[in-house]
């Protein structure tokens, strides 16, 4: 039990439609990551929240956006969603920026059909 | 570009014995290394981790080792148990420790 809740588990959207996930971090935890793997790969870094700002972004391109609220929940929004975007999607939650253990949720399964 | 390479994608140990997991990176950058597990259907744990001031870190069964010069790492796991089969994810940060480039992963099957 890592504290780090995500929804949903799973679902299916269509090409070009938008998704929503969403993620709740333990209470106090202000840095909040989101990562893509794709199967048979490892987690991409897609971007970091810290304090409700922008810390950081990976290889992603802009339809990827994201929100960190102060109530220590998140959101990763995917706008017109491609084949590609298919993958499980994870949410890892921290204090700080560094020198703390990283919490990973389970993951929501998004598949793009 | 793959930054952080685990070139083994499976590996099977007969219990009781040692396991070890390898990992080569490539960014001179990277000051943290992790490994992670990972079973089906849930999110990766945390297992070990070492900065790159140190040449190993032990923690129970698990041990890491880093190489600097040769740009590797390895996860020695001894003894093997059964409930160690998972996926094994070897990454790596530099100056922060959420921006994490993860390897892809090498699956550990511990045979009883």
């Known amino acids: 039990e890592t504290g780090v809740t995500q929804s949903p588990t799973h679902l299916i959207k269509t090409r070009g439609q938008q998704v929503t996930l969403r993620c709740s971090s333990q209470s106090g935890h202000n840095t909040v990551s989101w990562y893509q793997q794709a199967l048979g790969q490892g987690p991409q870094f897609i971007f970091q929240?810290?304090?409700?700002?922008?810390?950081g972004r990976g290889n992603f391109p802009p339809r990827f956006s994201g929100l960190q609220f102060p109530n220590y929940s998140s959101e990763l929004n995917v706008n017109a969603l491609e084949l590609d975007d298919s993958a499980l999607y994870l949410c890892?939650?921290?204090?700080?920026?560094?020198?703390?253990?990283?919490?990973f949720g389970e993951g929501s399964w998004l598949t793009v059909v | 570009d793959q930054q952080v390479k685990q070139n083994s994608p499976s590996l099977s140990v007969q219990e009781g014995r040692i396991s070890i997991l390898n990992c080569d990176y490539t960014n001179s950058m990277f000051d943290y290394f992790l490994w992670y597990k990972k079973y089906p259907a849930e999110g990766p744990t945390f297992l070990i981790s070492i900065s790159s001031i140190k040449d190993k870190n032990e923690d129970g069964r698990f041990t890491v080792f880093l190489n600097k010069s040769a740009k590797h790492l390895s996860l020695h796991i001894v003894p093997s148990q059964p409930g160690d089969s998972a996926v094994y994810f070897c990454a790596a940060s530099a100056g922060g420790y959420q921006k994490v480039t993860f390897g892809t992963g090498t699956k550990l099957q511990v045979i009883p």
């Open positions: 890892a939650s921290t204090v700080g920026l560094a020198g703390n253990t990283i919490y």
């Open positions: 929240y810290y304090r409700e700002e922008e810390n």
